[in-house]
């Protein structure tokens, strides 16, 4: 079993920046890909962002492009989630997610941490 838990959210202004973190732990694997995924009110969970297991390759979706950047730490078993130029249509409930291997399904999910960003 591998425990997810992503830390980071808050509030912030538009315009700013935060970092999330997800810390994982339990029977893990460094070189795991990872993700990250959002969810607003009222809306579908949407992907944002992830990275392979080495961290040499990473996708977007097109609403963060430029502006959010995924790395990771494996020392650590650590993702990070650098989100610059906040809008307000960024406010989500920001999930992290792992899974064994790329041609899979998303297996582990963390509880999620709040970002809201304010006009």
């Known amino acids: 079993q591998v425990h997810l838990v992503e830390s980071g959210g808050g509030l912030v202004q538009a315009g700013g920046s935060l970092r999330l973190s997800c810390a994982a732990s339990?029977?893990?694997?460094?070189?795991?890909?990872m993700g990250w995924f959002r969810q607003a009110p009222r809306k579908e969970r949407e992907f944002v962002a992830d990275i392979s297991g080495s961290g040499g390759i990473t996708h977007y979706a097109d609403s963060v492009k430029g502006r959010f950047t995924i790395s990771r730490d494996n020392a650590k078993n650590t993702v990070y989630l650098q989100m610059n130029s906040l809008k307000p249509e960024d406010t989500a409930v920001y999930y992290c997610a792992a899974k064994v291997t790329a041609f899979v399904d998303y297996s582990y999910w963390g509880q999620g941490t709040q970002v809201t960003v304010s006009s």
């Open positions: 339990g029977r893990t694997s460094s070189y795991y890909p």
